[in-house]
């Protein structure tokens, strides 16, 4: 049986209902930096993903709904992200936590990052996830099956991110960010 994996929290997500004032705060005073920026879902809602770790695509993100119900009077966290070391880490923890009973609502590769995502028992949205050698464009989500072989979703991960258009090596991507975070001074 593989060694019990240790999720670490990585990253978190929020809410906001007005973008640009958040994105000044945080990537000015708070001094992340921009990594990617999309939409995504129907309506669609504005993403923003931040950090100031070029080993981290993101640390912090932003999301501004598409939709707003009036009367919601304050937010919540969109989700709250732990890391494991390995693919192979993830899949056990992936069949610990569908073990428990809770249901994992998908298991998708960013391109970046192979994830699946469940709620906690309050209803808390979970993400956990490991890095893949790649990188993609983000917002990006593609469905996989957790429960297969790892070499063969490595191999599958692989063949769809070469197919996507600004697909590169996550060093690659590292190096040019650690650029854009140095330029920043």
């Known amino acids: 049986m593989p060694a ?13 209902r007005d973008m640009t004032p958040m994105l000044d705060f945080y ?15 129907d309506p669609p809602s504005r993403i923003v993903f931040m950090s100031n770790d070029p080993h981290e695509h993101h640390q912090f993100v932003l ?3 598409g939709e707003v119900a009036p009367d919601e ?4 966290a969109q989700q709250i992200s732990f890391l494991v070391d390995t693919l192979e880490d993830l899949q056990t923890l992936y069949a610990r936590i569908t073990d428990a009973g809770q249901e994992v609502g998908r298991a998708i590769t960013h391109g970046n990052a192979w994830s ?27 469905n996989m099956d957790l ?9 599958q991960t692989e063949a769809h ?3 996507m258009e600004g697909f590169m090596m996550a060093e690659d991507w590292r190096a040019k960010i650690s650029a854009k975070m140095a330029a920043r001074g």
């Open 27 to 41: 990537t000015g005073p708070m001094g992340l930096t921009i990594t990617d920026e999309g939409t995504y879902g």
């Open 116 to 142: 699946f995502y469940f709620h906690d028992i309050d209803g808390n949205r979970i993400e956990c996830y490991t890095h893949t050698p790649w990188y993609v464009p983000q917002p990006h989500a593609h």
């Open 147 to 155: 429960m297969q072989p790892a070499d063969e979703v490595r191999a």
């Open 73 to 76: 009077d304050k937010f919540i």
């Open 4 to 16: 019990t994996p240790t999720p670490r929290l990585a990253h978190m997500g929020l809410f906001t």
């Open 161 to 163: 991110c070469r197919a």
């Open 63 to 65: 999301v501004q709904p």
